[in-house]
């Protein structure tokens, strides 16, 4: 089941810098999408979410971004800061469905 | 700030035994869930459930699962007859509505299945 893919199993990027994490998609029935943040040892954690209507939701440092004619969406989080390293979750929905459709996951890593 | 916990955090059984994973959801929200993560692998939907019956539920969720709530306070998660490769991660979730929104994830109770 490849219907949500993040191809990136880890990032790493410098403290202050710009981190994008990307994700794409198979089903173009899904109209809803979620990352989700997950530390060791805990369950995921909802970041942030956008509706297939918009193209852009932000909330502070953190802004997604969804094409859907590309059938992707990305995650910006700006300025980066340590306490954002962690493994990040693309998520997603169809049609008012409480069924997510999680990706493989990207594993965030902020340098000092 | 509300949280889903989670029971037992680390369980550790025999395969062919019976295992059940407790959830107390946030206490305003009618709406759970049970995902599991395989190591290494995604996350994966198992169930969902509302108003004391299953809404959905995966084709990983055969007739060795079932759940309920029957105190009207725990949500759980049985697996009558373990199998090695049910050893994963299980994760309790709870939202407050219909529609997969933002959910709440417990910390998960690893299950190993020796």
């Known amino acids: 089941d490849q219907q949500v893919k993040q191809n990136s199993p880890s990032l790493s990027v410098q403290e202050g810098r710009i981190s994008i994490l990307n994700c794409d998609y198979t089903?173009?029935?899904?109209?809803?999408f979620l990352w989700y943040k997950k530390y060791p040892a805990e369950g995921p954690t909802f970041l942030i979410s956008?509706?297939?209507?918009?193209d852009k939701n932000e909330d502070g440092r953190f802004t997604v971004f969804l094409n859907k004619s590309a059938k992707h969406l990305s995650l910006h989080i700006v300025p980066s800061q340590p306490g954002d390293s962690a493994v990040y979750f693309c998520?997603?929905?169809?049609?008012?469905?409480?069924?997510?459709?999680f990706g493989q996951g990207t594993r965030l890593t902020i340098n000092p | 700030e509300p949280e889903v916990t989670q029971t037992p955090s680390h369980q550790v059984t025999q395969m062919g035994q019976e295992v059940i994973l407790r959830c107390v959801p946030i206490?305003?929200?009618?709406?759970f869930y049970w995902y599991r993560q395989i190591l290494g692998q995604k996350v994966e939907f198992l169930v969902s459930f509302y108003n004391n019956e299953i809404s959905e539920k995966s084709e990983i969720f055969d007739d060795q699962f079932s759940v309920e709530r029957p105190d009207g306070s725990n949500f759980t998660l049985k697996i009558r007859s373990t199998k090695l490769e049910d050893s994963a991660m299980y994760f309790c979730?709870?939202?407050?509505?219909?529609?997969?929104?933002?959910?709440?994830f417990g910390e998960g109770s690893r299950l190993t299945v020796l």
């Open positions: 089903n173009s029935m899904f109209d809803y």
């Open positions: 979730a709870t939202g407050d509505r219909v529609s997969a929104g933002e959910l709440f």
């Open positions: 206490s305003n929200h009618l709406y």
């Open positions: 998520a997603a929905s169809a049609g008012g469905a409480q069924k997510l459709v």
């Open positions: 956008i509706s297939s209507i918009k």
